[in-house]
């Protein structure tokens, strides 16, 4: 099992997940999102290629506009 950090919240899984399949697991809009994947930030075109590992820790950052 790999254990992992998700915006302050540990998660495990069993099976081999990239940060794009946690972004559809948790339905995200990935348009609005920025992802920081042990402390950097990981741009959209990597987010297919990143398998997460254990002790990972990701935050995602939601976009929010308003006025």
């Known amino acids: 099992m790999k254990i ?3 915006n302050g919240h540990f998660y ?3 099976n081999q997940i ?3 399949d ?3 697991y948790f ?3 990935s ?3 920025i992802i920081e994947y042990n402390k950097l930030i990981c741009p959209k075109s990597k987010w297919i ?3 997460i590992c254990k002790n990972d820790i990701i935050e995602i950052i939601s976009i929010v506009g308003g006025g």
């Open 18 to 20: 990239t940060l794009f």
């Open 31 to 33: 348009s609005l999102l």
């Open 4 to 6: 992992f950090c998700l």
């Open 12 to 14: 495990g899984t069993f």
């Open 49 to 51: 290629e990143i398998s």
């Open 27 to 29: 339905n995200y809009d």
């Open 22 to 24: 946690l972004i559809k």
